[in-house]
């Protein structure tokens, strides 16, 4: 068995809905995740600080720096202002659709220009962040995007882990039958030190499915499972038998 593993048990994409909010508050009040972050231009930001300042930022909470929106029914757009960031935008106003057009289109400088809003909003707002990410690893991708988000945690002295073999997610072809199997193939795999294991809980609720679908990746259906799989019985005690502890991002801060 390794020895000295350690794991961040972390949730994607707080403010998007108030169903992913609400389940992910559960996780966190209830200790079945140690950390969260958050993407600041969502429509349900602001209720994500309200959660932290009225739990006096007792919970793990970090920027998911946000540069795509993927969901027709739930568009974003960024926090700079548009004149700044024209090469962010389609021709609606909103973040490009993937991260392959967001890769392609987008101007390095203009990256830092909204990385750099989104951050100041948050503060402003009253977040007190642990930890910068970034939504769908879209500036992990390449070097130079790569040595932005460094910076910023540099800048702002907000750590950020990069995805090398230390963040484990979900595969986005597993199946519904395979859910718990494959997360424990995950867990089981986890390399000494700290690591990552980012899940996505969200109430399955009739709101969710018609902005992200039932039975699509990272759907209503997929955050339901997520929720029932960090809130069960059964891995509180799969952790403590495989010697994995559940730390948060204030280990990373030491």
């Known amino acids: 068995m390794k020895k000295n ?35 600041v231009p969502a429509p349900y930001f602001a209720q994500v600080v309200e959660f932290a300042k009225n739990r006096h930022h007792q919970f793990d909470l970090g920027i998911h720096l946000t540069f795509t929106s993927e969901w027709p029914k739930r568009k974003l ?27 392609r289109l987008a101007n390095l400088d203009e990256i830092i220009i909204e990385a750099n809003a989104q951050i100041k909003r948050a503060l402003i707002l009253g977040l007190k962040p642990t930890h910068l990410d970034c939504h769908m690893f879209s500036l992990y991708r390449n070097p130079k995007t790569r040595s932005i988000i460094s910076s910023l945690s540099f800048q702002y002295n907000l750590p950020v882990l990069f995805p090398d ?7 986005r ?24 294991l980012i899940v996505h809980p969200g109430f399955d609720t009739p709101g969710l499915r ?14 339901r499972r997520d929720l029932e799989f960090v809130g069960s019985y059964f891995l509180p005690g799969f952790l403590k038998k495989m010697a994995i502890q559940p730390v948060d991002w204030k280990i990373i801060h030491k």
């Open 77 to 103: 757009s960024p926090c700079a202002k548009p004149s700044l960031v024209k090469s962010l935008v389609d021709r609606n106003g909103h973040f490009h659709s993937t991260v392959d057009q967001f890769l």
């Open 5 to 39: 593993r350690q794991l961040i048990i972390h949730a994607d994409d707080l403010g998007i809905d108030r169903a992913v909010n609400q389940a992910c508050f559960l996780a966190l009040e209830e200790r079945w995740i140690t950390s969260a972050s958050a993407m």
């Open 210 to 223: 018609n902005i992200m679908g039932i039975k699509s990746a990272w759907g209503s259906e997929w955050r």
């Open 173 to 196: 072809a597993t199946a519904a039958v395979d859910w718990e199997k494959s997360y424990i193939e995950m867990l089981l795999n986890l390399p000494a030190g700290i690591s990552e």
């Open 165 to 171: 073999g230390r963040i484990f997610a979900m595969p």
